[in-house]
């Protein structure tokens, strides 16, 4: 078929998805593989304002149905659409490692299957949700969720299937029509899901995939008046961007962005524990939004913990993610590999202690090295900013109120991670730290019916659970005069 090609033995379409059918624009842009980047994967339809439309178009026209089969009727597509996702999580994991280059049996084995998860919970959530009723002043009154029309997704290029799915399935279980518009550097996973869509017989319209650049296509679907509710995830200059577009159609607009998350380290901590997840900071090549990158810890143990921590990122094995030895992944493009080296070498010119990696790896590859920074003081550039990328920096502190201060010393706040024994220092550091998300002694485990999102300049809104739900409906409030009606 034109416009199909064999992604790890996967047939991906390079088109769009609207109104249930696949759908060209003109250009094409390339996509090539992080894990070998002569390799071609696909040439990818590049939207236009046409195509924003198009996809506009067909969402407004499935919404009177989509929103009338009401949250039982929608869990049955939506659980259906899981069980395909189950059904071809090796595919989906096998397309995403090519494109994205995430680990495949972390693909396999977890990011894939959320996604399925991320449909079933949102079916049982909507479905179960009961309206809050009561009788006040002589009325009885109700709370009533109304779906609120075609949502625009738009999603940043890591881990992109599990954020599509995580943010479509609200959108979808509250009675919206989506247009999904998947980042430009991994837009491959996205189609399969297209594919998925159609075979399980949910509406034309219902959930439309458009492909192409966010200053082109992108920008068009959240400047659309028709559209009422923009929810995205991505870069912090994005944000300000779509937020404007947003404010200009007073519409709703949940963002979630960017982190600059301490590791907090106290002396009474399981010290061995507190090092093995600091060096699992570099996981994915540390693009990972939520990833403890500023490594704090308790000025009497700095020399045990740095040994520990030493020892674990040792044991790293850079390589191509398809490989089960492998524990760190190429990156996702040579442009981000070069502006994560980019910041390393402006900290080494400002006088930053690098005092481990600060390196691109290989000849021909797109991995950088494991990186830790000890910066000349709190202001330095990787300090403050996020790098996203393998680079974590390590700064000590004496006394629980300079570790709280250094953790809360960004614009930043998505989350933060604490080690400490003490249960009462756990709760007390915990609710200190300025983030949507914090752990103590664990990271990354998430219940979904949580709210997820971040404080300052790393988001607005919150996602997760009830929340979501709550922000892709209009609110109304039904009163009506006790016994002026009869039944
Ligand atoms: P990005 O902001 O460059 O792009 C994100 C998406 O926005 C892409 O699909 C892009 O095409 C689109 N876009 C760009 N300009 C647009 C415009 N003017 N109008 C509409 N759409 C536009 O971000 P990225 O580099 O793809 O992603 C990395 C960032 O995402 C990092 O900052 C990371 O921390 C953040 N992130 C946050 C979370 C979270 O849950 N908080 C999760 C993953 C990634």
Redesign the pocket.
Known sequence: MAGTFNVAGVAVSGEHFIDGRRVDSEDRFEVRSPLDWTLKLADVARGTPATAEAAVKAALAAFPGWAALGPKGRAIHLNRLADLIDQRKDDIAAVECMDMAMLLESLRARVIPRGALNFRNYADLAASHEERAWSSKGTANRVIRMPAGPAVI??????PFM?STWKCAPALAAGNPVIL?????SPLSASVLADLVAESDMPPGVLNIVQG???EV??A??ADPRVRRIS????VP?AR??GAAAAANIVPFTA????KSCLLVFADADLEAAARKAAGQYDDSGQV?MAGTRLIVEESIRDEFLSLFNAFTDRHVLGDSRDPATTISPMIHPSHLERVAGFVERARAAGDDITRGGRIHREGGLWYEPTLIRPRSNQSEVVQN?V?GPVLTFQTFRGEAEGISLANSTAYG?SGIVYTGSAERADRVGRAIRAGTVWVNTFLVRDLTAPFG?IGI??LGREGGDYALEFHADLKTLQILEGSCRS
């Open positions: 738009i999603t940043p290029w890591n881990a954020l518009k998947p980042a430009e550097w650049y966010g200053a992108g920008s679907l959240v995205f995830t991505g870069s994005t961007r779509i979630e962005l960017g982190g939004c996020e996203f998505l971040g790393s988001g």
